[in-house]
């Protein structure tokens, strides 16, 4: 039995698809990605690469894909069009391209290239399979306010939920904490490749995301545990947290100016918090309820912090203009709803209602199974907006999975579209991605073909799977 996940990792450089022609050459050593610029909002408290990225751009030939339908998620819909992609990086997208000498040709004809697919709200990895208690490691149900917790330490890179998900199109997710905290911890931001470790596949230099939770679960979760046992205890308990959190910026920002006598004690949670407030770490809010939204939207005035992005968000359709004007995104389901009482009120055109006030809106998954075919999702909400009478584009659909999730991450400088210099996350799909019966061919991420379905060294397995026949995605 061979150790296919690993392989693939051997195989970075030279291992070749049979939808390809291959020009083998040796590729450049591997190299640093370039971080997004950070915000200038002074200094932090503590150095924030405690623990840094390791992840590296594989080498691989550059890659000429041609006679396909680019769907850039920028404005065009190319037929026949071409795109090249060169150590790691878009290098042109257009009508006509020329091959780079050495490249590896893949003919796409019939088939459609879109970004790599983009999932804001995902529990891979910390809700991994097989699904037992031992795998259960999203929830630090143990205080109402847990901002010291950080998913990546939770985070199990042989889940074998990862491949299904990468042969879904998927190249990098936002994995998150549950929601049964008010505050939950910290996010990681990962690109999805077969990989050893978690800090192998955190994208360098992204921003940490805050999961923060309003709503029923924290009221289930602490109701018979101390509290808060209502909505008002909630709002209650994320006010005594920042303002907590401010004190102890206060004293870290003196002690950075000054420099004199001992450093402040360092606090796990608040220093989270803190980073909240300075800017640098972005709130990402589980969030179902119009009117709570609204609520958090004060908090986050109160404090001087904006709200990144509310996830799930049934009920953002009410209060659409407020969420444009404040500049908040929100993370919804095409069709998921009425499996709780704050979950009721959803319908199926709050995307294209989203859409059409100018708010900023993603498709997640929140599943292990719907985060490999978030493009059907999509397409849903597209067809829902259309049956009410709101039209949507397939650029508009396109986005909510690609460019809109990259903004929510702080990383649409640098994926989302297919844009020369952008990374090259790509993805061949058979057909239209909008059609149920289109499977992604290739994945291609940071310009490494992690997975191609027609070729079974190029479909990832982790060691838990091993000797199993079947390939990941093969049924799909």
């Not at 549950?178 to 994208?203: C, D, H, W, Y």
């Not at 994320?238 to 000054?258: S, V």
Request: aromatic share 8%; glycine share 10%.
């Amino acid at each position: 039995m061979r150790k296919a996940w690993l392989l693939l990792l051997a195989c970075a450089g030279g291992c070749a698809s049979g939808a390809a022609r291959p020009v083998r050459e040796a590729g450049p050593a591997p190299a640093p990605v370039q971080a997004p610029a950070k915000p200038s909002t002074g200094e932090s408290s503590i150095d924030r690469q405690q623990y840094p990225s390791t992840y590296q751009r594989h080498p691989n030939p550059a890659v000429l894909i041609r006679n396909a339908t680019i769907m850039t998620a920028a404005g065009q819909e190319i037929p026949n069009g071409s795109i090249v992609l060169k150590d790691g990086r878009i290098v042109t997208v257009g009508a006509k391209v020329d091959a780079p000498a050495g490249a590896v040709v893949v003919d796409g004809t019939g088939k459609y290239v879109t970004p790599g697919l983009i999932d804001e709200h995902s529990h891979l990895g910390v809700y991994a399979a097989p699904g037992t208690d031992a795998e259960s490691d999203g929830n630090e149900a143990t205080n109402p306010v847990t901002a010291e917790v950080w998913a990546e330490h939770s985070f199990w890179p042989q889940d074998p939920q990862i491949p299904l998900a990468i042969a879904g199109g998927i190249t990098t997710i936002q994995a998150l904490p549950g929601s049964a905290n008010l505050i939950g911890g910290r996010s990681a931001i990962l690109k999805l490749i077969p990989a050893r470790t978690v800090q192998e596949m955190k994208f360098p230099g992204a921003r940490y995301g805050l999961k923060m939770a309003c709503g029923e679960n924290p009221k289930r979760v602490y109701g018979q545990k101390g509290g808060p046992s209502t909505r008002m205890g909630s709002m209650a308990g994320y006010r005594g947290a920042f303002i907590q959190a401010e004190g102890y910026r206060r004293k870290w920002d003196k002690w950075n100016h000054d420099h004199q006598g001992d450093p402040p004690d360092r606090n796990l949670k608040l220093e989270t918090l803190a980073e909240v407030l300075r800017g640098d770490i972005y709130v990402q809010n589980h969030c179902y309820r119009a009117d709570e939204m609204a609520q958090m939207l004060d908090l986050g005035r109160e404090f001087g912090f904006p709200i990144r992005s509310f996830h799930h968000a049934v009920e953002a359709y009410k209060i659409r203009d407020l969420l444009a004007a404040s500049g908040t995104g929100a993370a919804v389901w095409a069709d998921w709803w009425g499996f709780k009482e704050e979950a009721m009120d959803g319908i199926k055109e709050n995307a294209a209602l989203l859409q059409q006030a100018g708010v900023r809106l993603n498709i997640h998954s929140d599943s292990p199974s719907g985060i490999q075919r978030l493009n059907q999702e999509a397409a849903k909400a597209m067809s829902a907006g259309s049956r009410a009478g709101i039209p949507i584009t397939r650029d508009q659909a396109l986005r909510w999975i690609t460019a809109n999730p990259a903004w929510a991450l702080g990383l649409d400088s640098l994926i989302g579209t297919l844009e020369p210099g952008k990374m090259a996350d790509v993805v061949v799909w058979s057909g239209d991605p909008f059609s149920v019966y289109s499977k992604a061919v290739q994945v291609y991420n940071d310009g490494w073909l992690v997975y191609d379905r027609g070729d079974g060294t190029r479909q990832p397995r982790t060691d838990f799977e091993l000797g199993q026949v079947q390939s990941p995605g093969s049924d799909r």
